[in-house]
């Protein structure tokens, strides 16, 4: 059980990590946008693809949670 719960913190810092980066390509891209860029099919996929890391977080906490609590 403590293995697989390893694997999950690891994964977890993964995702945390890559959402980390997504935030800061999000507000580059709403600056670029400000001044009348043409980024707005990148900023779409950039928003898109932090919503399904959001979600993948949200799982992993959700597992991490629940195996702790089946001692």
Do not use: D, F, G, T
Not at 7 to 30: G, M
Not at 39 to 56: D, F, H
Not at 57 to 69: D, G, V
């Amino acid at each position: 059980m403590e293995r697989v719960k390893s694997i999950l913190q690891r994964r977890l810092e993964v995702v945390k990590r890559r959402k980390e980066l997504l935030v800061l390509e999000e507000a580059k891209l709403v600056r670029l946008a400000r001044q009348k860029k043409n980024v707005s099919s990148k900023l779409s996929k950039v928003r898109r693809e932090k919503l399904a890391i959001m979600a993948e977080e949200a799982r992993l906490l959700r597992a991490l949670k629940q195996s702790s609590y089946s001692y």
